[in-house]
């Protein structure tokens, strides 16, 4: 009877024992200072270095941290500009580690903003290093935040902040549902870092590269942590629930990045991606950037604000599969996978906007700034995306519901619309918007996405903006009225 008294005392304690190692709070030693750069250093002194947290997974040591901070190589690069291999090294440290330790890339995606990393080598085992499970979701509104300043080999962490809203849509992470909105410190190099719940017992999110910067009395604005810096006053964090789904699938094998940053272009300071062996490479910014592209190995543009596609090697990234990816991803792919066909013919492709029936059947043009915007907005089911194609040999290109008498029909709008500019009141403003967006597709080869009734009721002529045009420029109106009539025929 004692003897089997002491057996189940034992077994108490052990099962106490293990209760307070699971409740062990996520220590400083968690927490890394990651840095990607040039392994030689007569091949430039430049480096990208953000934070991250160190983790266990089966029996390896990974790091997770934004894809912001890494470049996305696992060994080298070829750049486009210098055809000489570029070695690429990634490395981890903080206090504990006592010296940088090396890491290999396991996987970055630009549309997830997420990157992971692996340590090998010994010297690990005294580390209080946090297990997977420890990525979960939040139990209360307070948090932590830890990081590393970009200049600084010193942990800095923020015990007061807290969680605004867990749904946060004020984001531009393609592949990112929802984030977290956090009031808490965060500065330039924290991007990667760790949001612990109140206890420090779990990870709840990974601080991204982008935050909002608030304007007293004015819309707040999306910004990412770069060296000009800004006033940061929230913090956008990647949900731990979602960045441990993208984790055990990248090392299970079923996740392989679908959009990566073009290495070379990240060397230089550059911002293009790649997905499925299209390069989308940003040229400037400005409003209402446009995508356009052109086959072959050169990077072209039709002005400082526009970005490219252009052919990589389309064995860098394998084809996406429509069937395999869930809505927003799937709409994304069918596009690409038709802007590659048409450069794989050696076709120069733009897309300049987006349209949008809102209000029923009304038309709206949407323009983007980045290509985070972009994708966004590629997988959309409620735009379409303006394409227009155009031969090298031939010119342009229109779909079959688009003929040569529908374009001289949009220029001419085009044309009327240029002689009625200056004409403000609001519901002139709207119609003559609406009519540019009708005159834009015509030019572009897209009349199919006119609706013939919505095309219809603009050309009807009696609305009260109509009646405002005629008293201000009533032959420019007619000659804009009878062209409009002709689409419509």
Known sequence: MMKALIRFMLLVLSVVEISLQAAEPIGDQAIVKVKSRFCDPDQGDGMLAGSGILFRSGSGVFVLTSEHVVLHARAHVNTRANTEDLLVCHSVMNTSLREERPAKLRAADWSTGLALLEISGGGLSGLSIPDISVFGDFSSLSVHTFGFPHESASMVQDPSGRILTMNGQRHRIPGVSSTMEIAAHGEYGMSGGAVLDSSRSSVIGILSHQFLSLKRGDRSELKQFQAEGSDVDILIAIPATQARSWIEGVLNGTIKPKIVRDPAEQLVGGQSVLYSGVLLASMGGGDGVGIGGVSGNSAQSSGPSHATFYIANSKVIPDCDESALEKSQAQQCKWIMRIRSELLRRNTVTIPFFVAHEGGLR????????????????GDPSLSPVLGIQSSEFGPKYASSTSVAAVKIGQG?????????????????????EISVVSDLLISGNADLIHPQRLSELANGTSSAWESLFNQNFEQTVEMLQLLKQVER
């Open 413 to 433: 709008l085009r044309s009327t619309l240029n002689g009625l500019a200056g004409q403000t009141p609001a519901k002139v403003a709207a119609l003559l918007d």
């Open 363 to 378: 038309m709206k043009r949407v323009e983007y700034n980045s290509l985070e915007e972009f994708f966004v907005n590629l």
